[in-house]
């Protein structure tokens, strides 16, 4: 007849890692999930050009508080208009990048206006007569059917002259470009 049983034995060592086994076959795939929300478009929503023929015996005199006229149409599409010679609608909210070059005879400033609204953070300006001021910057506007210009600020004491002379030709023109990002 056997006894009984005696005492458990202390472990022993852990033995050594054994290979890695084959990998298994892939599993079937899964059902596909549900179509995801319509993403916003791409590219470019609206861009324009508008701008003004210069010359030299047309000198234009802007005052300060005044905005600069670009009475003529480029290329247009999107919801950029025109209300004026000087102001232009953006029917929709976004970030617009807004581009303005004009040839002064004196050393003015110009700036941006959205509703009324001088936007400092886009004044541009050069310290020698005679030459472009050129504007570039993204504003975001929040509003539809914002009012946008290119003003003289108010601040300046002189009267601007804008009196072009580019060789070869007396005329120049001076340009507003606005693109519709978002």
Do not use: C, W
Not at 40 to 58: I, K, T, V, Y
């Amino acid at each position: 007849e056997q006894g009984p049983a005696g005492p458990q034995g202390e472990q022993g060592p852990a033995g050594p890692q054994g290979e890695q086994g084959p990998a298994g076959p892939q599993g079937e795939q899964g059902p596909a999930g549900p179509q995801g929300e319509q993403g916003e478009p791409g590219g470019l929503l609206g861009f324009a050009d508008f701008f003004a023929f210069n010359s030299e015996e047309e000198a234009l005199i802007l005052q300060p508080g005044e905005d600069f006229p670009f009475p003529n149409n480029g290329v247009t599409t999107g919801g950029i208009s025109r209300i004026s010679e000087s102001s232009f609608k953006l029917a929709e909210p976004g970030n617009y990048l807004v581009m303005f070059v004009v040839t002064t005879i004196q050393t003015p400033k110009l700036g941006l206006t959205l509703n009324g609204e001088m936007l400092e953070y886009t004044i541009a300006g050069r310290p020698s007569d005679g030459s472009q001021i050129t504007g570039m910057t993204i504003i975001n506007v929040t509003e539809e059917n914002s009012v946008l210009t290119v003003r003289y600020p108010d601040e300046e004491a002189d009267n601007t002259g804008v009196n072009p002379t580019a060789p070869p030709r007396d005329d120049t023109t001076s340009h507003l470009i606005i693109v519709q990002m978002s």
